[in-house]
C-alpha cells in the first residue's frame, strides 16, 4: 500500500530537510529558534482554531451517532492495522472531499458531508475516502512534515512528495473498499459531480490520461501537488500499469518553479518564484547600481589625472585660474570621450559621465601646493541619477567623509 517512489523522496526530503535544520541553526548561532518559536506560537493558535471549529460544529461518529459510517471506519482501520482516529463529519459547503489533521498527538479524520450524501447509492465508495485520509495517518504524513519543511518547496521534489503521497494513501482508500471498480467510482465524483459520476464510463476516464502528456500538462502537473485525477483513477483500476509518459521539456522548466503547496497547485509556486525574484532583484538591482556608479567615478577620476596636473601646473606658474580648459592648453573631454568644463572662478573640473556629475574641486593647502578632492555634484542631471559621496573613489573624499 505504499507507492515505491514515496520511500525514496520521503527519505531524500527527510535528510536534506534535517541538514537544513542543522545548517540554519548553527549558522544563525541559534538564533532560527526564536524564530521558530514565533512560528509554532502561530500554529498553535491557528491549528487550535481549527479543531475547536471541528469538535464544536462537526458530528462525531460513534456506535449510537451515525453508526453505519463509524462501522466503516472501524473495519477500515482493522484492514489498515491501525488504532481509530476521532472521526467527524462536516457540512463542507458543495465540497467533495475530505481531509485528516493532528493536533498535540491527536488524530482527526474529518468527511464532508458532501462527499458522503454523493456516494449514499456506493457506499462502498464512502470507504475509498475513509482509507485514504487513515493512510496519511499510517504513513506519519503530518508528522513528518515538519521535518521536511525546509527543503518541500524545492522545485520537483517537493511536489513530487505531494504526489508520491497522495498516490500512497489512494492505495490505502483502495484497500479498505471491496470492490475496487468502487475505489475509482469515488475518485470520480470529484470529476464528474455528486449526481453525473453514477453514468460516468470508468475506463473511458482512465484513458483520458493519454490524451494529456503534453508539454503544458506535463509542467503542470510537475508543479503541482496532486496527480491529475485521470492518471489517479487509472492507477486505481490498475496499479500496475504504466502511465503515459512526461515530456522531457517540462522537467527543465518546472526546475525554475518553486513548489509553494498542495492547495496552491502550481500558482503557489509560481508566487513564490515572483517573490524570489523580487526580493532578489530589491537587492541586486540597488547593488548593480551602486557598483555601476563607483566604477565608472573611480574610472573618470583615473583619466582625469592628465587635466588635474595641468591645471595644477597651470596656475602654480601663473598664479591665476585660467580662463578656459583651451587656455591651459587642456582637452574638453577625456579619454573615452567623457565631456568636462571648467568652473572660471574656482577652477573645478565638472565630469559628465554616464552615471551622473563627478565634481574634481582643488583646494590650496598650507604648504603652498595643491590637491584635488572628488565630490558629487549638483542634483544630478537630466536623465541620470544624483551620484553621493559613496559613489566617490576613497583616494580622493574629503577628510570629513
Not at 32 to 49: E, H, N, P, R, T
Not at 74 to 103: H, W
Not at 244 to 266: D, E, H
Not at 336 to 355: A, N, P, Q
Amino acid at each position: 500500500m505504499v507507492y515505491p517512489r514515496e520511500r525514496a523522496l520521503g527519505n531524500l526530503t527527510l535528510v536534506l530537510g534535517i541538514l537544513t535544520w542543522v545548517f540554519l541553526i548553527v549558522g544563525t548561532l541559534g538564533i532560527i529558534l526564536f524564530y521558530i518559536l514565533i512560528a509554532f506560537i502561530c500554529y498553535v493558535f491557528a491549528q487550535s482554531g481549527l479543531i475547536a471549529w471541528i469538535k464544536g460544529t462537526g458530528v462525531k461518529l460513534s456506535p449510537d451517532q451515525h453508526p453505519d459510517l463509524f462501522e466503516r471506519v472501524k473495519i477500515c482501520c482493522q484492514k489498515l492495522e491501525m488504532e481509530s482516529p476521532d472521526v467527524y463529519i462536516l457540512e463542507g459547503g458543495g465540497m467533495l472531499n475530505a481531509f485528516a489533521t493532528r493536533f498535540f498527538g491527536h488524530n482527526f479524520v474529518v468527511l464532508l458531508s458532501d462527499v458522503v450524501d454523493a456516494l449514499e447509492d456506493e457506499p462502498d465508495g464512502i470507504n475509498f475516502y475513509i482509507g485514504h485520509e487513515l493512510g496519511h495517518i499510517r504513513m506519519k504524513h503530518l508528522i513528518g512534515h515538519l521535518w521536511r519543511l525546509p527543503v518541500l518547496w524545492l522545485p520537483l521534489i517537493g511536489a513530487a512528495y505531494s504526489r508520491a503521497r497522495e498516490r500512497t494513501c489512494d492505495l490505502h482508500g483502495r484497500a479498505c473498499c471491496d470492490n475496487v471498480q468502487n475505489a475509482a467510482r469515488a475518485l470520480v465524483v470529484l470529476a464528474a459531480g455528486s449526481r453525473r459520476w453514477k453514468t460516468t464510463h470508468l475506463t473511458n476516464y482512465a484513458r483520458q490520461s493519454r490524451e494529456n502528456s503534453g508539454f503544458l500538462a506535463s509542467f503542470h502537473e510537475l508543479i503541482g501537488g496532486y496527480p491529475w485525477l485521470t492518471n489517479r483513477v487509472a492507477h486505481m483500476l490498475e496499479p500496475a500499469a504504466p502511465l503515459p509518459g512526461r515530456n522531457p521539456l517540462a522537467y527543465f522548466l518546472a526546475l525554475f518553479v518553486p513548489y509553494g503547496g498542495r492547495l496552491t497547485g502550481g500558482m503557489g509556486g509560481l508566487i513564490i518564484l515572483v517573490c524570489i525574484v523580487g526580493i532578489l532583484a530589491a537587492i541586486a538591482i540597488p547593488a548593480y547600481q551602486s557598483y555601476r556608479s563607483h566604477t565608472t567615478v573611480s574610472a573618470a577620476w583615473s583619466l582625469g589625472e592628465p587635466i588635474r596636473e595641468g591645471l595644477t601646473e597651470y596656475y602654480k606658474n601663473e598664479e591665476d585660474v585660467p580662463e578656459s580648459l583651451e587656455a591651459a592648453g587642456l582637452p574638453s573631454s577625456l579619454q573615452d570621450g567623457t565631456s568636462i568644463e571648467m568652473d572660471t572662478e574656482s577652477m573645478t573640473v565638472l565630469v559628465h559621465t554616464r552615471v551622473g556629475l563627478l565634481l574634481m574641486e582643488p583646494h590650496l593647502m598650507e604648504d603652498g601646493s595643491m590637491k584635488w578632492f572628488c565630490l558629487p555634484g549638483g542634483d544630478g542631471e537630466k536623465g541620470k541619477q544624483k551620484l553621493t559621496r559613496k559613489d566617490m573613489p576613497p583616494n580622493c573624499r574629503l577628510s570629513e567623509d
